[in-house]
């Protein structure tokens, strides 16, 4: 499967904003702390006019600026690599800003009218605040641009932070950005940010996202006693932060749970605009998810993933959603989070079999979509499990890819292609159901049903013994078992009756073609049970 390149190019690093935000004097610090030349477009506007803007906006107009204004971005544009400040008007006329958006990296300084009027009070030389009534004219410049400065994703408040502070976190976030895989749905759009030792991002990248003052922590007490510490020391000072720590294990992904987060949330004054962030496995993120998804009808959401289940498969594609005593996952909801953060040193202290879990994922993904990325599990299986910090990070990354991949064109898993993600999982959930969700982990439990779909693919799709051999000794090898548990079919068969999935009689079941390449098609429940009970007689 062939795959966009995830990396962002860095060009120029514009910096856009309404008047007295701060363009130029952060401009300057940034140009000198990158080694960059700066270049301001009103200079540009000016020199080529050979006189001020507002002898410009006086004699000629404003629209006459407006064009000068465009023909010096496009020139600033055409010049190497530089830090650019563009007037705050321009993003909002001709086609600026997509200019922008192509050339480089547009940020949108941002700050409160008090701040704006305090910043101009001496500054006589702006043509549009020549009014008596400043406020009430910068009031309504700013509803009227509102459109237009909402396109530019990265947004930085100034308010209170010398040009140093600013540029300090622009220059800590840039890296991020430039590895930074985005997962395009439109509006929904997010980043997954890849960062070692991330959690020292957090604050700007919230700011940058989701900007409040109050913050809403979701964890469990496994995560909270290994990173609760670290993770207050970065957000503290920063927002208003509260913590919900919940209790360990899938028993915690229920509605009551939901029902505890509602009644903090109400607590802790939460409004439309405060996020929720789920900082842990895949039970807490689903979980965080469904609260957040369903609160206010919405509130911000953000993902930090501490398992490689969650950090290759649940933080990304925005499945949300709680179990029900009749079976998992029945009550959800799709929610896109604004972010997700992934960093891999979180695994570290990951148990073997958490790992493990994590790894099945990892081989379905290889499985379904990417020969390449199987050769490179069997290059260095071992390896991985033994120190994952150590060279995971580009295997999280290509399975993220893949997923984004995937998401991107079927959201909702109705044209088919999500449904490939569930190779394994019709007999694993089966697996999973008939042992009440405790003998085996989730990746465990769909090792099982991978190693049972290939089997069954022999004989369908042609897949072949040497593929399937190759298949379940990569299992093997990650420490996850390959043979499904001796239930008698008659259970098999009212827990495959029950799963979600299935449709009528049938069911959509993933077959492997060949290692990396995958197809879903429809299969009667009673060929499936039929070739379980001659496999295991
Ligand atoms: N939303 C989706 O698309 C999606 C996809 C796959 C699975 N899921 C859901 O994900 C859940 C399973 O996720 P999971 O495997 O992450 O389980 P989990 O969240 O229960 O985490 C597994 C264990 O690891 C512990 N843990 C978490 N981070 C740790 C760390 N850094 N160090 C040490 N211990 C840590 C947890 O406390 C827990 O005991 C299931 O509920 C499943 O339904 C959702």
Known sequence: MRLRSSKLELKHIILTGFMGTGKSSVGKVLAARLQLPFIDTDEIVEALSQKSIAKIFAEEGEAEFRRRESRAIAQALKKPQAVIAVGGGAPCFRNNLEKIGKGGVPILLTARISTILQRLSADRSRPLLQEADKEEKIRALLAQRAPHYHRISWQLPTDGRTPEQIAEEILRLLPLEQSALRLNLGERSYPLYFQREGLGALPGLIRRHCPSERLIVVTNQVVARLYGKTLRRHLQAAFDLRLLILPDGEQT??????????????????????????????????????????????????????????????????????????????????????????????????????????????IKYAAIFDAKLFRRLEDSMEGLLERPEAG???????????????????????????????????????????????????????????????????????????????????????????????????????????????VSSQIHFVYLNKIGKSAVLPTSLNQVLEFLYAARS
Request: aromatic share 10%; net charge positive.
């Open 253 to 362: 992904k229920n509605l009551k749970s939901a029902a505890k987060i509602y009644e903090k949330l109400v607590a802790w004054k939460a409004d439309r605009k405060t996020p929720l962030l789920a900082f842990g496995g895949g039970v807490i993120g689903d979980l965080a998810g469904f609260a957040a998804a369903t609160y206010l009808r919405g509130i911000p959401f953000v993902q930090i993933p501490t398992t490689l289940l969650a950090q290759v498969d649940s933080s990304i594609g925005g499945k949300t959603g709680v179990d029900l005593p009749a079976g998992k996952n029945l009550v959800g909801a799709f929610y896109q989070p604004r972010f997700v953060l992934i960093d891999e040193s979180f695994l570290k202290t990951l148990s073997r079999r958490q790992l493990t879990c994590g790894m099945a994922e990892v």
């Open 392 to 502: 995971i990070e580009p295997i999280i990354r290509r399975c993220c890819e893949l997923k984004a991949w995937v998401v991107e064109r079927d959201e909702k898993e109705t044209l088919g292609l999500r449904a490939k993600l569930n190779f394994g999982h019709t007999v694993g959930h089966a697996v999973e159901a008939l042992t009440r969700y405790k003998k085996f982990t989730h990746g465990e439990a769909i090792a099982m049903g991978m190693v049972f779909a290939a089997r069954f693919s022999e004989g369908k799709t042609g897949f072949s013994s040497r593929e399937l051999d190759r298949l379940q000794s990569l299992i093997a090898r990650a420490g996850l078992p390959t043979e499904l548990p001796k239930f008698p079919i008659f259970q098999y068969r009212r827990a495959l009756i029950q799963d979600k999935k299935r």
